[in-house]
Each structure stands twice: as structure tokens, then as C-alpha cells.
């Protein structure tokens, strides 16, 4: 296995979130920018969970996803971040 591939297959190993939170304390910004469904017939159905994200504490910012403990079972989370 090449050293790209093993480094796929490590990466792999984290979820998501693990991941995006790790980029943003790099400070590495626009991980989820491009995010659109899978093909123009993907429907998500559910509660809307909504929130405002915006910067308070420029000293020690808090990363995109603290929320995300408080989203319930079956929620869609819908953000709005100014862009």
C-alpha cells in the first residue's frame, strides 16, 4: 500500500465531525464549503434545527460544530452563517 492510500485508510477510520473539528482547531477554513445533495432527487424530511453561527469570541472562537450535542434525534440542522 502506498503512502497515500494508507493515509486514506487512516483518515477513513474518523468520523466526519472528528475530522472537520480537527481541520477547524488547524484553523483550515472551507472543509464544508461545495456541500450539495447527492443527485437533484434527494429529499430530507424532519424538525428543523436552526441556529444563527456567528463569531463572539474572536480570542477563543468555538468550532462550527459545539452544537451539535443539542440537535435531537431525527433533526435537520439548518444553518445560518452569513454565507
Known amino acids: 500500500m502506498n503512502a497515500m492510500a494508507e493515509d486514506l485508510a487512516r483518515w477513513a477510520s474518523f468520523s466526519t465531525p472528528t475530522l472537520s473539528d480537527a481541520l477547524d482547531r488547524?484553523?483550515?477554513?472551507?472543509q464544508?464549503?461545495?456541500?450539495?445533495p447527492?443527485?437533484?432527487?434527494?429529499?430530507?424530511?424532519?424538525?428543523?434545527f436552526t441556529l444563527?453561527?456567528?463569531?463572539?469570541?474572536?480570542?477563543h472562537p468555538k468550532t462550527?460544530?459545539?452544537?451539535?450535542?443539542?440537535?435531537p434525534p431525527g433533526a435537520v440542522?439548518?444553518?445560518?452563517?452569513a454565507g
Not at 32 to 36: H, Q, V, Y
Not at 64 to 71: L, R, Y
Open 64 to 71: 462550527m460544530g459545539d452544537f451539535i450535542d443539542d440537535v
Open 38 to 48: 447527492l443527485s437533484e432527487s434527494f429529499r430530507l424530511v424532519g424538525r428543523a
Open 26 to 30: 488547524l484553523g483550515i477554513a472551507g
Open 52 to 59: 444563527k453561527y456567528e463569531p463572539i469570541d474572536l480570542i
Open 77 to 81: 440542522i439548518v444553518i445560518d452563517n
Open 32 to 36: 464544508a464549503l461545495g456541500i450539495r
